[in-house]
């Protein structure tokens, strides 16, 4: 008895340690480019993808992981990522924008053997690149439903006028035909008469021309604001505190960027895609030509309910029509 258990349990060792010099074998150490169509900082989308990839290179110290930011003049990306691309060291371009699918195209023609993974983007049949969507309209559903409510509510900020506010820095497909029809969809359902007050900045740093957006909405009676705007969102959020007003967050947890005042928070879960995403590339398991697509469902979009700068700030009544909402989104 004694000498069979002794034979599984050396028979066990051995698989174990072959499994782990197996899975060693099969991980390649990898070389991403992170491409950031931008600058990182103020804009969630771009900093989570930048925070997956270095907390990657933390836990594989073999890899190398190079994160560089394009700027904001969008005419000198596609030379940059050719300039990139050629210098021939990088397995992989990361990206996180749906207009970079074109770029990666023209850059593909020149450069047959580099592959491309891009999230927050949709584009099939490239066998060099892989894309992952995110169903950004459910996002917006839930934003807009939570807007509606607080527009509609006796909190201390909204007025009687029943009008929300969308800035955005520009317009592209996915922005005018999921984010910002998804927003006043989801108010809508609350109340269809709420207003949408929708304006753009014109670019994703004038944080000037934000505020000043943002306080001739609030003299017109919104009361609550959501933006897609990058670094001139900071605008928007310094006139909503000066001059009392609630903003609804996209894609990160920013309550503690004005408290009382950002009272919602969707979340993208974009750092643990980037995660799995290189985990999968350093196993040569990505397929190239496809593309994902990924909602409140599958878990790669939410809403941060567990955080005081939320249940500290909508009164209990509003909460639970909202979280019946988005439980009923997820189920769908
Ligand atoms: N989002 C940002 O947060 N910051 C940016 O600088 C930024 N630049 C963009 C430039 C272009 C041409 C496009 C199409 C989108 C840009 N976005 C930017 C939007 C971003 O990729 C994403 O769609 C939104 O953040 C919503 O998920």
Same mark, same amino acid.
């Given at each position: 008895m004694k000498k069979a258990i002794f034979i599984l349990l050396i028979a066990a060792i051995l698989l174990t340690t072959g499994c782990i010099r197996k899975n060693q074998a099969e991980k390649s150490d990898i070389s991403v480019l992170v491409f950031i169509?931008?600058?990182?900082?103020?804009s969630p989308t771009y900093e989570l993808m930048a925070e997956g990839a270095l907390e990657y290179a933390k836990l594989n110290p073999m890899a190398n992981i190079k994160i560089y930011e394009a700027g904001?003049?969008?005419?000198?990306w596609e030379q940059q990522l050719t300039e990139m691309v050629s210098?021939?060291?990088?397995d992989i371009v990361m990206g996180s924008n749906p207009a970079m699918p074109q770029l990666c195209v023209n850059v593909a023609r020149l450069f047959p053997d580099q592959k491309f993974i891009i999230l927050d983007a949709h584009h099939e049949g490239h066998p060099q690149i892989r894309t992952y969507f995110y169903n950004q309209y459910e996002q917006s559903l839930i934003l807009g439903y939570l807007a509606g409510l607080i527009t509609t509510s %006796?909190?201390?900020?909204?007025?009687?006028?029943k009008r929300i506010g969308f800035i955005a820095a520009q317009e592209y497909p996915l922005l005018t035909g999921h984010m910002v029809p998804g927003f006043i969809e989801g108010a809508r359902m609350v109340d269809p008469q709420i207003e949408l007050d929708y304006r753009l900045?014109?670019?994703?740093?004038d944080a000037n021309k934000a505020s000043d957006l943002a306080s001739a909405m609030m003299s017109s009676g919104v009361d609550v604001f959501t933006s897609i705007a990058g670094g001139a969102a900071q605008g928007l959020i310094k006139t909503a505190v000066e001059r009392g007003a609630y903003i609804v967050w996209y894609?990160? %947890?920013?309550? %503690?960027?004005?408290p009382g005042f950002i009272v919602g928070c969707g979340i993208m879960e974009q750092k643990k895609l980037v995660i799995e995403i290189l985990n999968d590339a350093a196993m040569n398991k990505i397929q190239y030509g496809l593309s994902d697509i990924l909602g409140l469902k599958d878990g790669y979009l939410g809403f941060i309910f567990d955080d005081p700068g939320y249940y500290d700030n909508i009164p209990l009544e509003i909460r639970e029509k909202f979280e019946a909402f988005v439980k009923d989104r997820m189920s769908i």
């Open positions: 169509t931008g600058v990182i900082a103020g904001v003049n969008q005419a000198l210098e021939g060291i990088y %006796n909190m201390p900020y909204a007025n009687n006028r900045v014109g670019s994703w740093n894609n990160a %947890n920013a309550y %503690n960027l004005a």
